[in-house]
């Protein structure tokens, strides 16, 4: 059975840094895609990032572009996104998922396992 584990989300205050981690289990990360998502109350959920199965491509949302940065670690099954300049707007619960390929996408169709997802929140 396939399982993504968020973890490192917390409050923190406006302009802080934050890392998340998403380790896999029940399946070997390093030939397919990997995304972050996230979804704020009231919200649908939205893309954030993603990167291919080596690490060597990336894709940001416009929002984030610039703060935050997708990283991985095959050897440890784990892709970590590492948010930097935090803002209120930031704040929603973070999502990890697994692609069906090995390039990057940015649609939630593409992705077939999620994580349980951490919360974020930034405050002003």
């Known amino acids: 059975q396939v399982q993504l584990v968020e973890s490192g989300g917390r409050l923190v205050q406006a302009g802080g840094s934050l890392r998340l981690s998403c380790a896999a289990s029940g399946r070997t990360l390093s030939n397919i895609a990997m995304g972050w998502f996230r979804q704020a109350p009231g919200k649908e959920r939205e893309f954030v990032a993603t990167i291919n199965w080596s690490g060597g491509s990336t894709y940001y949302a416009d929002s984030v572009k610039g703060r935050f940065t997708i990283s991985r670690d095959n050897a440890k099954n784990t892709v970590y996104l590492q948010m930097n300049s935090l803002k209120p707007e930031d704040t929603a619960v973070y999502y990890c998922?697994?692609?069906?390929?090995?390039?990057?996408?940015?649609?939630?169709?593409?992705?077939?396992?999620w994580g349980q997802g951490t919360q974020v929140t930034v405050s002003s």
């Open positions: 998922a697994s692609g069906f390929t090995s390039t990057p996408a940015v649609h939630s169709y593409e992705y077939d396992y």
